[in-house]
């Protein structure tokens, strides 16, 4: 039979976001519960009042990977207190192709926002040491090829900045299909257009193509590949606070559905 730790484990591996509570005052003390970040426990804390009030608490920490003891009444009168862990995958940015945006991209994503990164081109004279040195990964494949080897969970935000239909759709597919956090491409409105009545014949559902954030990134009128990356963070920034920067006042982004298969 599985224990928990087994399965806190295996989440970790898999780079799912899980959130772990032991029970450390009261009885029975070290029982856990553990809560995928979909709503799935496993285990228990040994009292039903505990187990159906905990996830909801426990939910709300994890997007900002907070850890911390919280008291909760038992029916008897009496309290126990919950040591809660949060398991938050590192943050990783998937950059798809490996232009000279890719650049300055990659080195604010991971110097100053800590993510992990990685950068995926068929193209090996542009996906080199030379040009991302410090880059956590390079994949010299075909886009989608590289996304298909990823675990694509929702730390994971990916950028497409192919802009070549050849590199990109292949790769779109692949994250569309998976529950990557962002989404963005590069191209103009009408390119962006013109990409989504494709992925629309290739049988993607509205929902699925409207994830994708295209043109990428906020329009402040930036040119050079600095100030274009600059514009992706602020808007990939952005859209994890669940903000829709578009917006006038940035309200809140809709509830984002699980992305299913096309």
Request: proline share 7%; glycine share 10%; aromatic share 4%.
């Amino acid at each position: 039979m599985t224990s928990i730790h087994d399965e806190l484990t295996a989440a970790i591996q898999a780079d799912e976001p899980v959130v772990l509570a032991t029970l450390i005052s009261g009885e029975p003390r070290g029982a856990r519960l553990l809560i995928y970040e979909g709503g799935r426990r496993s285990g228990t804390l040994g009292h039903a009042s505990l187990d159906e009030q905990i996830p909801e608490d426990a939910l709300a920490m994890l997007p900002d990977g907070k850890t911390e003891t919280r008291t909760y009444p038992l029916p008897d009168g009496s309290e126990a207190d919950v040591y809660i862990e949060s398991y938050l995958p590192p943050r990783r940015l998937v950059i798809v192709g490996a232009v000279h945006t890719a650049i300055p991209l990659e080195r604010i994503a991971r110097e100053d926002l800590g993510y992990e990164t990685v950068v995926a081109d068929a193209r090996e004279f542009f996906a080199t040491r030379e040009r991302f040195p410090n880059a956590g990964e390079l994949i010299v494949a075909w886009p989608d090829e590289a996304l298909s080897k990823l675990t694509l969970g929702p730390q994971t935000d990916i950028v497409m900045l192919a802009h070549d239909p050849k590199f990109e759709d292949p790769a779109m597919a692949v994250a569309l299909r998976s529950r990557a956090g962002y989404i963005g491409a590069m191209g103009s409105k009408k390119t962006s257009a013109e990409r989504n009545l494709r992925l629309l014949a290739a049988g993607f559902t509205e929902e699925q193509v409207g994830r994708i954030h295209g043109p990428i990134g906020l329009d402040l009128g930036g040119r050079s590949p600095g100030e274009i990356a600059v514009s992706i963070i602020a808007e990939i920034i952005a859209v994890r606070h669940g903000r829709d920067p578009r917006r006038p006042g940035g309200d809140l982004l809709p509830a984002k559905a699980d992305a299913g298969e096309a």
